[in-house]
Structure formats: structure tokens, C-alpha cells
């Protein structure tokens, strides 16, 4: 009888290699953003923020160099207030005993999940936080057609005009909101 692998399946060891994280990163205009965490901010937070620059500029050049112009009008910058309220999101996690456990070495598992999982969570508010700040209160997506009511799973169908792939790729087993035109009503799914 010839030995073969089938055989031997209790003799070879799984090769492992490392953790590889496949989610992109997306949290760039996060990164870009400056928070401030030291003023407090009461009701709102306001501030001037300049909209547009001044364009009221005249060009005298070539043949008409060096001779007297009319000036074009003023085109003025223009400022508005800013005003700002507050959000908050809370993520929650859970981890078993058991998982913590069996993870804690490198011969039983890749080491310390408690090393993974606040990395994660991290990543992962910021890609929220990432969405509101590209976002704000609006949609991430217009539904074509109404995907109804219901506790069963449907397919419903993201316009492509506000189809966000960087937003939905990873939006695999979120909740998701949604309502009915003018907010009248709540239909919530989990992807």
C-alpha cells in the first residue's frame, strides 16, 4: 500500500503567515481636519469661514502696456459664519472569554486579539467619522424604487448618480437607514 497525504493528515502542520488587513484606509480628509479637543463648546461652535477670494483684478499687458486703463469693478470675498453642533457615535464591541483566551500566545492563535480589536474599533470610527465629514447630514445613497417594509432581507438598487463605492465596499454587515421621501418613515437593514 502506498502512503499518500490522506494518511498522514495528522503528521503535517498548518503553516500560518501573518495577519494581513484588507480594509482600505480611508479616514484621509480626517487626517486633514484639525479637531480641537481643549475649547469647549457649548451649544454651537461659530466661526468666520472665507467662502471665496476677490476677483476684481484688471490686466494691462502686451501693446497696451505702459498706458492708461480703465480698472474692471470690484469683485469682493465673501465670508459667511460658520456654526457647528455637536455629534456623538458610540461603537460597541463584544469579546468573549473565550477568544481572549485562546488568542494569547503565539502558539495558540496570532497573539493578543486585545491587541486587534481597539486597533479595529479605531480604524473603524474614523471611517464613520470620515463619512460624516465628506457627508455631513446628508445621504450616502438614493434608493431607485421603494425596497419596502418587512423584516425580510431585499435588494434594493443605489442610484448611480449617488452610488459611493469607497463608502459601501465596506459597509458589509452595517445597519442601514432607510426613509421614505421627506423622512416619514424608517426602514432599517443590515447589509
Keep these: 500500500m502506498t502512503i499518500t497525504t490522506a494518511q498522514m493528515d495528522g503528521w503535517f502542520k498548518r503553516v500560518y503567515e501573518k495577519y494581513e488587513n484588507a480594509v482600505p484606509n480611508f479616514a484621509k480628509v480626517r487626517k486633514l481636519a484639525k479637531f480641537v479637543t481643549e475649547k469647549r463648546q457649548g451649544d454651537s461652535f461659530r466661526f468666520p469661514v472665507k467662502l471665496t477670494r476677490s476677483h476684481g483684478i ?18 469682493s470675498m465673501t ?9 456623538e457615535f458610540i461603537l460597541r464591541e463584544q469579546i468573549s472569554y473565550g477568544a481572549i483566551s ?7 492563535g496570532y497573539g493578543p486579539i486585545m491587541d486587534e480589536v481597539p486597533l479595529d474599533m479605531a480604524e473603524s470610527a474614523n471611517f464613520y467619522l470620515e463619512m460624516a465629514l465628506l457627508y455631513g447630514g446628508t445621504d450616502i445613497g438614493t434608493v431607485s424604487g421603494d425596497p419596502g417594509g418587512g423584516p425580510n432581507a431585499r435588494a434594493v438598487t443605489i442610484s448611480i448618480p449617488t452610488w459611493t463605492p469607497g463608502i459601501w465596499a465596506q459597509m458589509e454587515g452595517a445597519f442601514v437607514d432607510f426613509w421614505s421621501a421627506g423622512y416619514a418613515a424608517l426602514l432599517r437593514l443590515s447589509r
Design 102 to 108: 485562546r488568542s494569547g500566545s503565539a502558539e495558540g
Design 79 to 87: 465670508t459667511k459664519e460658520a456654526n457647528l453642533s455637536g455629534s
Design 58 to 75: 484688471t490686466w494691462n499687458g502686451g501693446s497696451t502696456a505702459g498706458t492708461a486703463f480703465t480698472l474692471n469693478a470690484a469683485v
